[in-house]
């Protein structure tokens, strides 16, 4: 382990920052940033359930690229796809990028010394290094390869959909997006597939007065992925912010959102659903969340539910801080599993901070088997057992999958959870 640390710490002494132009600047100082605070520990305070090293080590573990006889989720929508092969944009294999109502740049494109993403490009991270630091997203700021800027001026008339192929065993993908929604503009997001063997991104996302932004992500059902995801959000008067992630498998997915709601009346909810099945690899699901109220009358929900089994471990951490002044707060925040055997383990910190007296606050975690009064009424009806059971993993999921608004989006979901129950 010091062996590996020392690599480490010498990367990180000698990385320097190559891009010019307008991002310049901001990757300098993350990376400045990135190597005063020193990359994660198990030591520190919300890594202590995490292993970091094999998402921050110099070698890259090999992940063999996964192939599946399913359609690729999202097929059936409508929407403007771009792709990514290894963390690389593949212009080829990705759609036009002009779209009514809104700019799609790619990163490594814009290379001027002016451009609109140059007040946002590591802004949001870097107002969510405190008070959690956040090393890997530092990182990504900073040695960025490739991701793209949306800047949406109306209300575009499909999805944008960013799809990530992972191809080579031990690519290391590090994708940096930038999302600016003008007052009253709105777009909904697709996210799926494996990047890399190991994946880090970076979704800034800046939600301007009465604009609406939805997010739905699927990781797929690759064993070996590593990854590291953050989204950094600041949300403007009356707005509107929904993400819902689903997972399925993984050696290691720590997903992190960090939610500011700056203005009055304004909506945030972020939700996740997750299948972790240890018998062909280890699965460790991470979810990190810290939502910050600082307008009046403003609502959050976190709802994050986990189903694990053979060995599985799932983590969660959510915090929500009430700032004084933010009067009229509606937070909540659940987190619950499902262990369908005795050696999968659920570990849960959830938080509150509130300074302002005239708010509504709850949070709770809660951890079980199977309902074996359930399973057996279910099992007196003749339903076999193996599919009463999936019944009711996928009742317990629900309130979780829920959160996504759009019913065909939520179909398609539902039917990758049932895909998942009948492949098992």
Request: hydrophobic letters at 40%.
């Amino acid at each position: 382990m010091a062996v590996a640390q020392t690599k480490s710490d010498n990367r990180l002494a000698a990385l320097t920052v190559t891009a010019t132009g307008w991002s310049a600047a901001p990757r300098a100082d993350a990376l400045a940033r990135l190597q005063t605070m020193g990359l994660p520990q198990r030591r520190d305070e919300y890594w202590k359930w995490t292993r970091p090293d094999t998402l921050s080590a110099v070698e890259v573990t090999p992940a063999a690229a996964f192939t599946s006889d399913e359609a690729p989720i999202f097929d059936g929508v409508d929407r403007l796809k771009i792709v990514f092969v290894d963390g690389v944009f593949d212009a080829e294999a990705s759609d036009d990028l002009a779209l009514d109502g809104i700019a799609i740049e790619r990163l490594a494109d814009a290379s001027s010394d002016i451009h609109w993403a140059q007040g946002l490009y590591g802004v949001l991270e870097q107002n969510g290094q405190n008070p959690v630091p956040r090393p890997l997203a530092a990182l990504n700021t900073a040695m960025a390869t490739d991701g793209v800027l949306i800047h949406v001026t109306g209300k575009p008339s499909k999805p944008v959909s960013l799809i990530y192929r992972h191809v080579s065993d031990s690519s290391d993908a590090i994708l940096h997006h930038v999302i600016k929604l003008d007052q009253g503009a709105e777009l909904t997001l697709l996210e799926n597939g494996p990047a890399a063997a190991r994946f880090n991104k970076v979704l800034e996302v800046d939600v301007a007065d009465k604009a609406r932004f939805n997010h739905i992500r699927a990781q797929g059902r690759d064993h070996e992925r590593r990854a590291a995801t953050h989204i950094f959000a600041r949300l403007g008067s009356e707005s509107a912010f929904k993400s819902f992630t689903l997972t399925v498998n993984g050696v290691l997915t720590r997903n992190e959102a960090v939610i500011e709601l700056t203005g009055d009346d304004a909506i945030a909810h972020i939700a996740g659903a997750a299948m972790g099945d240890a018998a062909k690899s280890d699965f460790h699901h991470d979810d990190t969340v810290f939502v910050t109220h600082d307008g009046e009358r403003c609502e959050s929900r976190q709802v994050f539910k986990k189903v694990l089994r053979n060995g599985a471990t799932g983590i969660f951490q959510g915090k929500i801080l009430v700032k004084e002044g933010a009067q009229k707060t509606d937070g909540y925040q659940i987190s619950q599993s499902l262990l369908l055997d005795g050696d999968s383990q659920f570990l849960a910190k959830p938080e509150l901070e509130i300074y302002a007296d005239d708010v509504i606050c709850s949070h709770g975690s809660t951890t079980g088997a199977i309902d074996e009064t359930a399973l057996y009424y279910l099992r007196s009806r003749g339903v076999p057992k193996k599919e009463a059971t999936d019944l009711l993993v996928l009742s317990f999921l629900a309130e979780a999958v829920d959160e996504i608004e759009d019913d065909g989006l939520r179909a398609d979901i539902v039917d990758r959870l049932t895909s998942w129950l009948d492949r098992r």
